[in-house]
Nanobody
Framework: VQLQASGGGLVQAGGSLRLSCAAS????????LGWFRQAPGNEREFVAA????????YYADSVKGRFTISRDNSKNTLYLQMNSLKPDDTSVYYC????????????????WGQGTQVTVSS
């Protein structure tokens, strides 16, 4: 499966963005999906995930209550709604897919999109 992330940009603190990740070349519904982010000098970290069948969602503590992950299998698209953004959320955001039921670690994912930059100004 190929993944294409989009929707990043520059936003003021307290603002919102919605990231999208379009998938092609595979049966979208068989994959668990996740969002990760990586700031310069830091390791890629888990942000959110949605499971393959039950659509159970998981979030990093740092984004819980502010970010919402969702998927639309009819559109082969994964979303990340980000509200109440903070300067610490500034990163390149990556979407990822894997055939296991759920993945909460970057090592759980075999397929990655190219990343989209999110910059939050104070």
């Amino acid at each position: 499966v190929q993944l294409q992330a989009s929707g990043g940009g520059l936003v003021q603190a307290g603002g919102s963005l919605r990231l999208s990740c379009a998938a092609s070349g595979g049966t979208f519904g068989i994959y668990s999906l996740g969002w990760f982010r990586q700031a310069p000098g830091n390791e890629r970290e888990f942000v959110a995930a949605i499971s393959r069948i039950t659509r159970t969602t998981y979030y990093a503590d740092s984004v819980k209550g502010r970010f919402t992950i969702s998927r639309d299998n009819s559109k082969n698209t994964l979303y990340l709604q980000m509200n109440s953004l903070k300067p610490d959320d500034t990163s390149v955001y990556y979407c990822a897919a894997d055939r296991r039921e759920t993945g909460l670690s970057r090592n759980d994912y075999d397929y990655w999109g190219q990343g989209t930059q999110v910059t939050v100004s104070s």
